[in-house]
């Protein structure tokens, strides 16, 4: 069970994650959605052919959904246009683990996981390493409470 020390303690280490946090929990719709630039710039393409994160480029940019997504490679931006949300990733871009606890916070590029072909996203490594130790009941709790926890 996650406790209130230890949802501050994921959040500690994330500077970020406490200025966004309370615009992102009062959000109608997921942060790549309320943010213009998806993901912050990363390719979620790479993710699945690189298997890592890769900063995407401006000239590469597929806008779908309500933001902008760029991409490493025309090729990257061509398979998200054909197949958007094979590469969007779940939870609309907040964190996974987050979201299993019903709760919205930020990511970070580097902790992610692609499970059953789709790409999650985490917090901090921290939330990473503990949405890892049950992947399946956490896609399940946080498919539970979204999109409720939207606000």
Not at 94 to 105: D, E, I, P, T, V
């Amino acid at each position: 069970m996650l406790t209130r020390r230890a949802a501050l303690g994921l959040f500690a280490a994330t500077p970020l994650a406490l200025a966004l946090v309370p615009n992102a929990a009062l959000a109608a719709k997921p942060l790549v959605f309320q943010n213009p630039l998806a993901i912050n710039g990363i390719d979620p393409v790479a993710y699945f052919t690189k298997q890592k994160p890769v900063k995407g480029d401006a000239a590469n940019r597929v806008d779908w959904n309500g933001a902008t997504w760029h991409f490493s490679t025309a090729q990257n931006a061509a398979k998200f246009e054909a197949n958007p949300e094979a590469y969007a990733p779940v939870f609309g871009g907040y964190c996974a683990f987050a979201a299993s606890k019903g709760y919205l916070a930020p990511t970070i590029p580097e902790a992610w996981t692609i499970y059953e072909g789709k790409l999650y996203l985490n917090a901090n490594m921290r939330a990473m390493e503990l949405w890892r130790q049950d992947i399946p009941g956490n896609i399940k709790a946080g498919l539970a409470n979204w999109p409720g926890i939207l606000g």
